[in-house]
């Protein structure tokens, strides 16, 4: 058993213009000590997904199962969902701000959170490991900085102070949330060996989104490619890189500027929008922006299939259309 299997995950919203499918049925596990990557636009599902198995879409529409330990996360109350964030299932988001209070102390909070979920942990001993978490998410001089306002810490600081509080309680999984995406080059590099790093020592299992696909390059085992509320390409990151089989994975893989899979250093943005989610596109989501499209394209959807072992792709292109890209210039219509 994996330590998360989400089946046939499906969630949706009343608005004034219609109902938006966000996810429309997503399936994927997780073991422990292992790293996945979910990646995909804005507005393609990978964050709603995951915030729904968190109960934090209130007033979302949700079907499917997600077991964690074999424990339905889409079935339990709020309450014990509150029990489950935190000691079990912590996420770190893209802006720290909107977690750490701007009011109070990093340490404090550090040890607040610690307190609220371990009552029997003294305040001394809570604030000693506080210091220890940011010296180990490398805070210099952590005895001193714990009495710090997140304003006093930099971007990049506060990011990490976000980490160590998300490791505080030895969660089993951590979701995070494009962690890096408002960091500079440099500190977001930095960032993400510190989560591999203390991923690998703590042999906690990781979901990392992101838009950018670079940023798993290094990462990830596994990749999970999302476009308009569904998985479209699911297998290793090896595989993805280097024999990735949907269009709009080889899109992605053209628009990282350089790195695994990077083309040259040339940054070729996916050219059209991401579609509507109120109507999405008929047949296949992706076909109104696909430079392969085929007639079929516009009328049947493209099943979730395998093209290869443990490598699903939903395209119709034909299974052994592995490694698009330039190559693969001779298949377009
Ligand atoms: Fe493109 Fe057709 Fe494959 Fe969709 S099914 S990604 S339109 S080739
Ligand atoms: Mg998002």
Same mark, same amino acid.
């Given at each position: 058993?994996?330590?998360?299997?989400?089946?046939?995950?499906?969630?949706?919203?009343? /608005?004034?213009?219609?109902?938006?499918?966000?996810?429309? !049925?997503?399936?994927?596990?997780?073991?422990?000590?292992?790293?996945?990557?979910?990646?995909?636009?804005?507005?393609?599902?990978?964050?709603?997904?995951?915030? /729904?198995?968190?109960?934090?879409?209130?007033?979302?529409?949700?079907?499917?199962?997600?077991?964690?330990?074999?424990?339905?996360?889409?079935?339990?109350?709020?309450?014990?969902?509150?029990?489950?964030?935190?000691?079990?299932?912590?996420?770190?988001?893209?802006?720290?701000?909107?977690?750490?209070?701007?009011?109070?102390?990093?340490?404090?909070?550090?040890?607040?959170?610690?307190?609220?979920?371990?009552?029997?942990?003294?305040?001394?001993?809570?604030?000693?490991?506080?210091?220890?978490?940011?010296?180990?998410?490398?805070?210099?001089?952590?005895?001193?900085?714990?009495?710090?306002?997140?304003?006093?810490?930099?971007?990049?600081?506060?990011?990490?102070?976000?980490?160590?509080?998300?490791?505080?309680?030895?969660?089993?999984?951590?979701?995070?949330?494009?962690?890096?995406?408002?960091?500079?080059?440099?500190?977001?590099?930095?960032?993400?060996?510190?989560?591999?790093?203390?991923?690998?020592?703590?042999?906690?299992?990781?979901?990392?989104?992101?838009?950018?696909?670079?940023?798993?390059?290094?990462?990830?085992?596994?990749?999970?490619?999302?476009?308009?509320?569904?998985?479209?390409?699911?297998?290793?990151?090896?595989?993805?890189?280097?024999?990735?089989?949907?269009?709009?994975?080889?899109?992605?893989?053209?628009?990282?500027?350089? !790195?695994?899979?990077?083309?040259?250093?040339?940054?070729?943005?996916?050219?059209?929008?991401?579609?509507?989610?109120?109507?999405?596109?008929?047949?296949?989501?992706?076909?109104?922006?696909?430079?392969?499209?085929?007639?079929?394209?516009?009328?049947?959807?493209?099943?979730?299939?395998?093209?290869?072992?443990?490598?699903?792709?939903?395209?119709?292109?034909?299974?052994?259309?592995?490694?698009?890209?330039?190559?693969?210039?001779?298949?377009?219509?």
């Amino acid at each position: 058993m994996s330590l998360l299997e989400v089946t046939d995950l499906k969630v949706s919203f009343n /608005t004034s213009d219609g109902v938006v499918q966000a996810v429309r !049925g997503m399936t994927f596990s997780i073991d422990r000590g292992k790293t996945l990557g979910i990646v995909g636009e804005s507005g393609s599902g990978k964050s709603v997904s995951t915030q /729904t198995l968190m109960g934090l879409t209130p007033g979302a529409k949700v079907s499917g199962q997600a077991l964690f330990e074999g424990q339905d996360l889409l079935s339990m109350t709020p309450d014990q969902l509150r029990r489950i964030r935190g000691p079990q299932i912590s996420m770190i988001f893209q802006d720290p701000l909107s977690s750490l209070h701007p009011l109070y102390k990093v340490g404090w909070q550090i040890v607040e959170m610690i307190r609220a979920h371990e009552p029997n942990v003294s305040k001394a001993d809570a604030r000693k490991r506080a210091v220890e978490l940011l010296g180990m998410v490398g805070i210099p001089q952590p005895d001193r900085r714990v009495d710090d306002y997140p304003h006093q810490f930099s971007g990049g600081m506060r990011q990490r102070a976000m980490i160590a509080m998300a490791l505080a309680l030895n969660p089993k999984l951590i979701i995070a949330d494009e962690p890096t995406t408002a960091l500079d080059a440099t500190v977001q590099a930095q960032i993400l060996d510190l989560m591999l790093r203390l991923q690998r020592e703590f042999d906690t299992a990781l979901i990392m989104i992101t838009h950018d696909l670079g940023v798993i390059a290094d990462l990830a085992d596994d990749v999970l490619v999302m476009y308009a509320g569904k998985p479209v390409e699911q297998t290793d990151r090896r595989s993805l890189y280097y024999r990735s089989h949907h269009p709009y994975s080889a899109g992605l893989l053209r628009s990282i500027p350089s !790195g695994a899979g990077g083309r040259g250093g040339r940054l070729i943005p996916i050219p059209g929008q991401p579609p509507s989610l109120i109507s999405p596109p008929s047949g296949c989501s992706f076909h109104p922006r696909c430079p392969y499209v085929m007639d079929t394209c516009r009328v049947d959807e493209p099943p979730l299939r395998e093209v290869a072992a443990g490598h699903g792709s939903a395209c119709w292109l034909p299974k052994d259309a592995l490694g698009l890209g330039p190559e693969a210039e001779q298949l377009r219509e």
